[in-house]
């Protein structure tokens, strides 16, 4: 997710001859990869426990094991792309000036298309599961995106709730990152963030079940239509655009507050203590 590498110098590998030559489809690659394993363990989860009705899991395991995706997804995927699997942190770092625009498209197009072989990747493990709960495809819709709590949560506030979500997110990803604000070592960055994910989701998300992440939501709801389950772009006057908009504005959000009241400010002299 943007965060410091290990200063380790590795010695080059082998020249593959079926090694992609393109930086940034590389970049992709990793993106598609490590977006996949996010949404894996996070649908997977949630999939377990609604087709389960409980029986194998509950809220708190679906809290742990999204922040166990994005974990692994950071793992596998930033050594080559940064990980940032999450269009929000993409536009967010791009806005900022600490991501080439240019390769926003393309990676937010790698996080989508991540996210929907993933969320068909769970629908295949768990498919006898769905026919025997929900035959007609009407009540697991939420497996794969994330939707009001119920009729007494309002649009606008779910919308709050992700632009909320989102602006910790990414506050937290930079205070994470930041050398000169006592930063968790790049060795551990990746477990901080995870634990990010599991503080946001265990505070905020019962209103909008804190998306955080547009390809997280729009990729397995592309999904789920293509795979039948009908109106998930409809349903609650429209609601798929408030997991996309409201992250997308929330990182911004977050990523600016936490540069102009705390990153800018830190005192020219400073040298951290660990480095005495």
């Not at 949630?46 to 950071?74: D, P």
Request: aromatic letters at 12%; one cysteine or more.
């Amino acid at each position: 997710m943007g965060l410091q590498e290990p200063e380790i110098e590795m010695p080059p590998g082998p020249v593959k001859p079926y090694q992609v030559k393109s930086p940034l489809l590389r970049e992709c690659m990793a993106e598609f990869i490590g977006t996949m394993v996010l949404i894996m363990f996070g649908d997977g989860v949630v999939a377990q426990v609604v087709l389960s009705e409980g029986a194998k899991g509950e809220y708190i395991n679906i809290n742990l094991c999204w922040g166990l995706g994005v974990l692994f997804g950071i793992h596998v995927s930033g050594g080559v792309s940064g990980a940032h699997i999450n269009p929000a942190v993409t536009t967010t770092l791009a806005l900022f000036g600490r991501f080439e625009w240019r390769k926003v498209i393309p990676y937010i197009i790698a996080q989508i298309l991540g996210a929907f072989v993933a969320a068909f990747l769970v629908w295949a493990v768990y498919c006898p599961m769905f026919s025997t709960i929900d035959p007609n495809k009407d009540s697991t819709q939420g497996v794969f995106a994330t939707y009001p709590y119920s009729s007494d949560v309002p649009v606008g506030t779910c919308f709050l709730t992700e632009v909320v979500g989102s602006a910790l997110l990414l506050g937290g990803i930079f205070a994470i990152g930041d050398e000169l604000n006592k930063p968790a070592s790049p060795y551990s960055q990746p477990g901080a963030v995870a634990l990010l994910v599991v503080a946001i989701g265990m505070a905020f998300g019962m209103n909008s079940g804190y998306a955080i992440n547009p390809a997280r939501d729009f990729g397995p709801r592309l999904f789920s239509l293509c795979a039948g389950w009908d109106h998930v772009f409809t349903m609650r006057d429209h609601y798929f655009w408030v997991p996309i908009i409201g992250p997308l504005l929330g990182g911004a959000i977050g990523g600016g507050v936490y540069i102009g009241l705390v990153e800018h400010h830190h005192p020219r002299d400073y040298k951290h203590p660990l480095d005495n």
